[in-house]
């Protein structure tokens, strides 16, 4: 969840859910196999446990949790049901992406199409042209999407947006934007432990424009590398 080249945002809820279940093992009595019998170990996997349902919760408040996920080609809404999660937050999580695909992606689509149209009406020829009956650009991208089956989880999602951006234009716009939030905080931080490299005490004049555009190019060699 720390690393920076890959997303991270999408394994958020599985990785929550995974270790919940796993302190909840050891907690349990009737978990023969993996109960914890020591009192002391006992008490601070409670408190890891109750901790650990507060920072989940707090997913709830955000869209981009499950947004992210449902744009995880390798997710979509897989995991929810094999998890068997109940149909008022499988619903409740198509209801959110929907939401916000329909009031700022699709909407693009709808007004690119308004441009053309008046841009081509000044066209005397395309008073004669037909609508092609095969022509699928009207169709709901993330209808589509969510139809077909979740890809294997070697793929690279990012990868994956890109050789279908043909295919889905304004969703892939929406997925690029949500899968690269950062699942936490960690690669934010490493960056702006990196100033101190920057900043040194011959250097402590520098506009914050420079200071930042020397960070920028910094990171983005390491990727480039």
Same mark, same amino acid.
């Given at each position: 969840?720390?690393?920076?080249?890959?997303?991270?945002?999408?394994?958020?809820?599985?990785?929550?859910?995974?270790?919940?279940?796993?302190?909840?093992?050891?907690?349990?009595?009737?978990?023969?196999?993996? %109960?914890?019998?020591?009192?002391? =170990?006992?008490?601070? $996997? @409670?408190?890891? +446990?109750? *901790?650990? /349902?507060?920072?989940?919760?707090?997913?709830?408040?955000?869209?981009? %949790?499950?947004?992210?996920?449902? =744009?995880?080609?390798? $997710? @979509?809404?897989? +995991?929810? *049901?094999? /998890?068997?999660?109940?149909?008022?937050?499988?619903?409740?999580?198509?209801?959110?992406?929907?939401?916000?695909?329909?009031?700022?992606?699709?909407?693009?689509?709808?007004?690119?199409?308004?441009?053309?149209?008046?841009?081509?009406?000044?066209?005397?020829?395309?008073?004669?042209?037909?609508?092609?009956?095969?022509?699928?650009?009207?169709?709901?991208?993330?209808?589509?999407?969510?139809?077909?089956?979740?890809?294997?989880?070697?793929?690279?999602?990012?990868?994956?947006?890109?050789?279908?951006?043909?295919?889905?234009?304004?969703?892939?716009?929406?997925?690029?934007?949500?899968?690269?939030?950062?699942?936490?905080?960690?690669?934010?931080?490493?960056?702006?432990?990196?100033?101190?490299?920057?900043?040194?005490?011959?250097?402590?004049?520098?506009?914050?424009?420079?200071?930042?555009?020397?960070?920028?190019?910094?990171?983005?060699?390491?990727?480039?590398?």
């Amino acid at each position: 969840m720390s690393k920076s080249k890959f997303i991270t945002l999408s394994s958020s809820i599985p990785i929550y859910n995974v270790l919940l279940d796993h302190l909840e093992n050891l907690l349990d009595k009737n978990n023969k196999d993996h %109960y914890c019998p020591i009192p002391e =170990l006992r008490s601070a $996997i @409670k408190k890891g +446990y109750e *901790k650990l /349902q507060i920072y989940y919760s707090k997913t709830d408040e955000s869209i981009v %949790y499950p947004i992210a996920t449902i =744009l995880d080609p390798r $997710i @979509k809404l897989k +995991y929810y *049901k094999q /998890q068997e999660w109940e149909e008022e937050y499988i619903n409740e999580a198509i209801k959110i992406i929907k939401k916000q695909y329909n009031e700022n992606y699709q909407d693009d689509s709808f007004n690119n199409d308004l441009r053309a149209q008046k841009t081509d009406s000044n066209n005397f020829f395309s008073l004669f042209e037909m609508g092609d009956d095969n022509d699928s650009s009207n169709e709901d991208e993330l209808e589509e999407y969510l139809r077909k089956p979740a890809v294997n989880f070697k793929t690279d999602p990012l990868q994956w947006w890109k050789a279908h951006e043909a295919t889905y234009p304004h969703l892939a716009k929406m997925a690029r934007d949500y899968l690269a939030i950062p699942g936490t905080s960690v690669p934010v931080e490493r960056i702006f432990s990196g100033g101190s490299d920057l900043i040194t005490k011959r250097r402590s004049s520098l506009k914050p424009e420079t200071i930042q555009t020397c960070m920028y190019l910094k990171n983005w060699i390491k990727y480039l590398r």
